[in-house]
């Protein structure tokens, strides 16, 4: 009598504490106590009845009976026939059966399918943005749950609203992990905004955790708020060229500066004639030793991830000749000057002598004996009288 009254005594303190349950379909807490009842089973000995389970601890259907000891302290079969785990894990997820036969030879037969459930800690947002820029996406955090069973979800709130991603302006990146020894699941969410220009300023960004087994409560973050703000207008692209005006002599160097003032700093890609360089982006090309292949029209365009992509206007780059710049030093004589510059005057007349470069030596000399013949003859008409 004493055993048996022990033994109800303990079933009583199962059934405040643990969970006495008699449906079709179980849920229980991991660590907890789990109580099965065996309808039909009388409930004093002698008993008729047979437990059958097939869980994760399982390979095939094991039998329990009242005759037989502990199952390796997993499970055991109480004296009123029901059947106690005393700490519920995910390995005893599966299927229990019992079946009794009262006195009267009526049997009787009970199924469960249990499922085990653990509530992670409070999710909260790690990395969390401080500002988001208007029109550009931007990453608001990373919402983190960790130490849950089933995985369950994890969903983003935008001023108190479920946030859906939408592949453009709204986007997830989730991951999950399981923890090898105890089973338990951690989650992670990455959210991605475009705001919207001219929206709120300071908008509202929370997130959910929501557990894998229907009525459960889901559990919230604490909610941050980054404040939004608008980039100032793209100005217009501007291309200075250096030698200005693009006019540059054969081997020279020509620098291109594309100005686009904004933040953060656009990239800046080249093209020629219209056509794109096959260059790394750069505010600045420089073209050196310039040659025929370096002629034509040059032009930038500035990309910016708020303000898309503006073009400036082009600049022409072409080669002048040396010559075509002017007389070079001591080139500037005027030819009528130089044949000015050749004449003698000789009694009162202007005669100008053109000097003519010799054929041969022969003809020099023969110049030369000709210059000094009528050399004395001019002296004698100058020295005579009448």
Known sequence: MAAGATAGAWVLVLSLWGAVVGGQNVTARIGEPLVLNCKGAPKKPPQQLEWKLNTGRTEAWKVLSPQGG????????????????????????????????????KETKSNYRVQVYQIPGKPEIVDPASELMAGVPSKVGTCVSEGGYPAGTLRWHLDGKLLVPDGQGVSVKEETWRHPETG?????????????????????????????????RALHTAPIQPS??????????????????????????????????????????????????????????IL????????????????????????????????????????AAGEGLDIREAEDSSQHVTGGWSTRKEWKAPENQEEEEERAELNQSEEPEAGESSTGGP
Request: contains cysteine; aromatic residues 4%; negative net charge.
């Open 70 to 105: 502990p199952w390796d302290s997993v499970a055991r079969v109480l004296p009123n026939g029901s059947l106690l785990l005393p700490a519920v894990g995910i390995q005893d997820e599966g299927t229990f059966r019992c079946r009794a036969t009262n006195r009267n030879g």
């Open 184 to 216: 338990l699941f951690t989650l992670q969410s990455e959210l991605m905004v475009t705001p919207a220009r001219g929206g709120a300023s300071h908008p509202t960004f929370s997130c959910s955790f929501s557990p894998g087994l229907p009525r459960r």
């Open 228 to 285: 939004v703000w608008e980039p100032e207008p793209l100005e217009e692209v501007q291309l200075v060229v250096e030698p200005e005006g693009g006019v540059v002599v054969p081997g020279g160097t020509v620098t291109l500066t594309c100005e686009a003032p904004a933040q953060p700093s656009p990239q800046i890609h080249w093209l020629k004639d219209g056509v794109p360089l096959s260059l790394p982006p750069s505010p600045v090309l």
């Open 288 to 327: 050196p030793e310039v040659g025929p292949q370096d002629q034509g029209t040059y032009s930038c365009v500035a990309t910016h991830p708020s303000h898309g992509t503006q073009k400036s206007p082009a600049v022409s780059i072409s080669i002048i000749e040396t010559g075509e710049e002017g007389p």
